[in-house]
């Protein structure tokens, strides 16, 4: 009989999974260090803003929708299974920084 968890984590895998790691910007985090914070932590940032200053006078207002979307590839290692076993590996990861650039 076969294991019912591999369609489980198939789905998991198609819909992504919200990451819990991005934050609001400290006080002390200027708009373009929270952009290049979230960046380094791997994730794509999409920026909106309302105002047209420069982005050195901008705020962060809110990050959020952080996303993760895997995809099930097969297992590549030492063990039993060959190509056999799939395990998720991280294809993209979005989030979105809103910024108040009014003057």
């Not at 992504?16 to 002390?28: H, N, P, Y």
């Not at 979230?38 to 809110?62: H, M, R």
Request: aromatic residues 2%.
């Amino acid at each position: 009989m076969r294991a019912k968890w591999p369609l489980a984590a198939v789905g998991v895998a198609v819909m992504g999974v919200i990451g819990g790691s991005t934050a609001i910007a400290s006080a002390e985090e200027s708009a373009q260090d929270t952009i290049n914070r979230l960046q380094s932590e791997g994730y794509t940032v999409t920026i909106d803003k309302i105002g047209t200053a420069p982005l050195e006078q901008c705020t962060v207002t809110s990050v959020r929708n952080p996303q993760q979307v895997s995809q099930l590839v097969p297992y590549v290692g030492p063990g039993l299974g060959g190509d056999r076993i799939l395990v998720p590996s991280i294809t993209s990861r979005t989030v979105s920084v809103s910024l108040n650039c009014q003057r």
